[in-house]
């Protein structure tokens, strides 16, 4: 991540330990030269950088204007060829198959029942159980990917590991965790520490999360959409 120079204004997601670990699992993907690639709720477009890089025709999207405006700065800066679009996860890209989908999607845990519309929240609030997003997400999987196509999903284990894989699963993908990474809380994640706890999504004391990277494939005969 440290050799991808972005563009970061007030307002947009930061790269962080999440975006880390994803990126470590794009590396280790195979793409073919002009492998369709999208990244959704792309913040600053680091992972559609990345793709392009790699010789992939990358589309990029995200529901804030300002990450778009980044995305396509970050682009611009990198020399890259990437389509940054503005819209609600895959709607701006209806239609369409992919050969690699990333997203690291807003999933912290958060008291207020629905996403905020506006502000930095937007970035990582994801209602009670953290799976406004991720729910969304799995569901629309299917539609996103070519046969043989690969998701690369982030998100913490506050969220439900295991309600990811399930839900990917119903969906006709082959999931699993690709990689698992232990970091300490952020400031984010330590001020809701107490609440975390009192919902038992925590043990008492714990000051650390579980990110996971989920890779599942669309495999013919599997789909059932």
């Known amino acids: 991540m440290t050799e991808l120079r972005m563009i970061r204004p007030p307002g947009v997601y930061a790269p962080q330990g999440d975006t880390a670990l994803l990126l470590e699992c794009l590396a280790r993907e195979p793409l073919a030269p002009g492998a369709r690639t999208l990244d959704l709720c792309t913040g600053t477009g680091i992972l559609a950088v990345a793709a392009a890089r790699r010789g992939a025709r990358a589309t990029a999207s995200d529901i804030s204007r300002a990450a778009v405006l980044a995305a396509r700065s970050n682009v611009l800066l990198h020399g890259c060829d990437v389509r940054v679009l503005h819209g609600d ?87 699993r965790v690709a990689a698992r990474r232990v970091q300490r809380f952020g400031p984010v994640m330590s001020a809701r520490a107490d609440w975390f706890e009192q919902r038992g999504l925590v043990s008492p004391g714990t000051r650390a999360e579980e990110l996971v990277v989920i890779r599942a494939v669309r495999r013919e005969g599997r789909d059932r959409t």
Request: charged content about 20%; aromatic content about 4%; overall charge positive.
């Open 89 to 175: 996860l895959a709607a701006p890209v209806a239609g369409e198959r992919f050969d690699l989908v990333t997203v690291n999607p807003p999933y912290v845990p958060a008291r207020a029942p629905h996403a905020p519309t506006g502000g930095l929240r937007r970035a990582w609030d994801a209602g009670p159980d953290g799976r406004l997003l991720l729910d969304r997400i799995c569901r629309s999987a299917p539609r996103l990917l070519v046969r043989d196509g690969v998701l690369l999903l982030v998100q913490s284990s506050l969220s439900g590991t295991a309600a990811s894989l399930a839900a990917l699963y119903e969906q006709g993908l082959h999931a």
